[in-house]
Structure formats: C-alpha cells, structure tokens
C-alpha cells in the first residue's frame, strides 16, 4: 500500500533490475515459470481435496501438465544434461552406486592398493598421492552399503584433509 509519505521518495518508484545480463534474465524468467506451474498445481490439488473441483474437472486439468519429457519434446528442447538430473533426483556431486557395488568395491580395493604400493616405494610427494586418494575417497563415497561413519573413510578423510593442507611440492614425513 503506498502512502503519501511514499509517493514523495522517487527512488522508491524507480524499476528495480533483477538480472545484468540476457542469459540472467532467461533464468529469472525461467524460475518464474517453474514457480507458476508448480504454484498453479498447488492450488489445483488443494482445490480437489477440499472438494472445490470435481474429479473430472481435476482430472482435466491434470492432463494439461505433461510429462517431462513430452515437454521437453513439444518445446524442442536440447537438455540431456538437465533431463538427467531431474532422472536421477538428485545432483551430480551427490554419486551413488547405481547397483554396480562389485565395481565399487573393485575400484576401492585397487586405489588403495595403488596408495600401499607408492608409499612403500617411498613415493611421499603430496601431488603424486593426492589424486588417487581423492579418487579414493569420492569412490567410497559413491558406494552407498559404506556409512558415512564407517572407520575406512574417516580415516581416508583425514588423511585427504592432511594432504589438502600441503604445498604440491610437500612430501610425507
């Protein structure tokens, strides 16, 4: 509600820029979007449950939303990446197994033996062991049977926080 006070402040009638650039605006335009829909469908399933529409009118409705990927046809969009992660539920940095626990456990083993294998050689150089621990840790990480608090990588943990302290020209002690 504006008030008269309001109206003498110009600066409070100025239009106020959400984005900088075309490709931040296709992106508030994109959310506002996304917004609505899922707004709209909102109030449409709170409408049905409180008997305001009926279930053939709720039912047509509904069929106006389609599917992902029917929208991603109807609109020709070129999102394989995006279709992805709405398939998978979840972001790319959070990993899972995806059943292939024997590979998992394979690729564990094999890093690990890899890291044995470089320190008895005396291999200390933090850039040289770094990789393989990191990849270490992201594959246990990746196996969904290991707890987050299991000892193995709370240990690996550790010794990757260790690692991340050091210059790349460090070595191990």
Not at 31 to 60: F, G, S, W
Request: aromatic share 6%; with cysteine.
């Amino acid at each position: 509600m504006t008030t008269i006070q309001d109206a003498n402040r110009p600066e409070l009638l100025e239009e106020v820029k959400l984005s900088r650039n075309a490709r931040e605006r296709e992106k508030y335009d994109n959310m506002a979007d996304l917004y609505a829909v899922i707004n709209t469908l909102q109030h449409l399933e709170k409408a049905y449950i409180r008997d305001c529409v009926t279930p053939k009118e709720y039912t047509a409705a509904c069929d106006e939303y389609p599917t992902v990927d029917t929208f991603v046809k109807q609109f020709r969009l070129d999102c394989p990446a995006a279709l992805e992660r709405i398939k998978e539920d979840r972001p790319i940095t959070i990993k899972d197994d995806k059943g292939n626990t024997s590979k998992c456990i394979a690729d564990i083993v094999s890093l690990f033996i890899t890291l044995m294998d470089k320190l008895r050689l005396e291999i200390k150089a933090m850039d040289e062991l770094h990789p393989d621990l990191r990849d270490l840790m992201d594959t246990m990480n990746r196996l969904s049977i290991l707890s987050s608090d299991f000892e193995g990588k709370q240990k690996v943990s550790e010794w990757l926080a260790t690692l991340n302290s050091m210059q790349a020209s460090d070595e191990l002690c």
